[in-house]
């Protein structure tokens, strides 16, 4: 029998783990009436053939595939649009027993799809401009929260499917710290699997609170900047003449809102290091838009762009 975390696993895609945990969330019978165990796998033997375990069952298409397969393939074809702009995030934490009861109901607010495996061991898909919204969530809910959030894009290529990105953060989970609540976040899937362990630089690393102040900095960044602007603060911050940089970075605040200016002096925007602004212009995906003009018809509230 496959377990929940085996059908995660078995994931190809985002949107086969949208409806992995879609379907384990509202109709977990399903899973429970599994269909017959396959024959020993052989040449000739009719096992699904997404699985590899269950007896496939023809009638669903050319190729062999049993009941629970078929559903997820299914549903991942015609609900999975949904999840084409969602992340995931793959959580164990550690919690006072009698409140790890309501983490579903914390985890809800804000997800489109959420599973939560065990008492300590959880996984949500949001959309990544919520991201924000959700990680306030945590803090406002569960601020005694203790463990590790994992990051990541559930997305897959030709080479790595997102099993296999599931199946390496359960493999490098045991090193990650538990004192308090940290944040690992992969904006590419092949980050995840390229950070050097044992250089603790290279493994991207925030705790909640610095990671809350990161996306709220991009919210205003965003929110403050042009698109066309914010293309050129990147490009400046990133010549590799510091002459050249400081001559550019005096004309380019002649040329913004003295709001901005103040934004980016008092940051001291230009002294950052690159690896956090690198983070920084990432995280801009993962935040709304809010208008700053009162003007502006859509003043009334955030905006996706
Ligand atoms: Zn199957």
């Known amino acids: 029998m496959l377990t929940e975390l085996d059908w995660i696993l078995l994931s190809r895609n985002g949107y086969e783990l949208f409806a992995t945990l879609k379907i384990l969330a509202t109709q977990p019978d399903l899973f429970e009436t599994a269909a017959e165990i396959g024959p020993t796998h052989s040449a000739t033997a009719d096992l699904c053939r997404r699985c590899w375990t269950y007896a496939g069952t023809s009638k669903y298409r050319a190729k062999p595939c049993c009941p629970i397969c078929h559903n997820i393939q299914t549903y991942a074809k015609r609900f999975g649009v949904h999840a084409q702009d969602a992340i995931a995030i793959w959580g164990s934490v550690d919690m006072p027993a009698k409140e790890c009861r309501n983490l579903a109901d914390v985890l809800r607010r804000g ?8 008492d300590r061991h959880f996984l949500s898909m949001i959309f990544r401009r919520r991201l924000k919204t959700w990680i306030e969530n945590i803090l406002l809910y569960r601020p005694d929260m203790a463990g590790h959030l994992v990051i990541f894009p559930p997305r897959s290529n030709r080479y790595i499917c997102t099993g296999d990105t599931m199946a390496r953060i359960l493999y490098a989970a045991p090193d990650y710290p538990t004192d308090r609540l940290w944040i690992y976040f992969y904006d590419k899937v092949f980050h995840l699997f390229s950070a050097n362990r044992s250089n603790k630089q290279s493994v991207p690393i925030y705790d909640i609170g610095t990671f809350k102040g990161l996306l709220e900095a991009a919210a205003v960044f965003r929110s403050l900047l042009t698109p066309n602007i914010q293309e050129a603060v990147h490009e400046l ?7 050249e940089e400081c001559f550019y970075w005096g004309r380019l605040l002649n040329l913004l809102k003295p709001e901005a200016v103040c934004m980016l002096e008092a940051w001291r ?4 290091p690159k690896s956090q602004l690198n983070l920084f212009f990432n995280l801009m995906n993962y935040v709304e838009y809010y208008s700053t003009d009162s003007d502006d018809s859509l003043s009334a509230g955030p905006a996706n762009q």
């Open 269 to 272: 925007f230009r002294h950052w």
């Open 111 to 118: 997800s489109i799809v959420s599973c939560v495996h065990d």
């Open 237 to 243: 911050l990133h010549l590799k003449n510091n002459h």
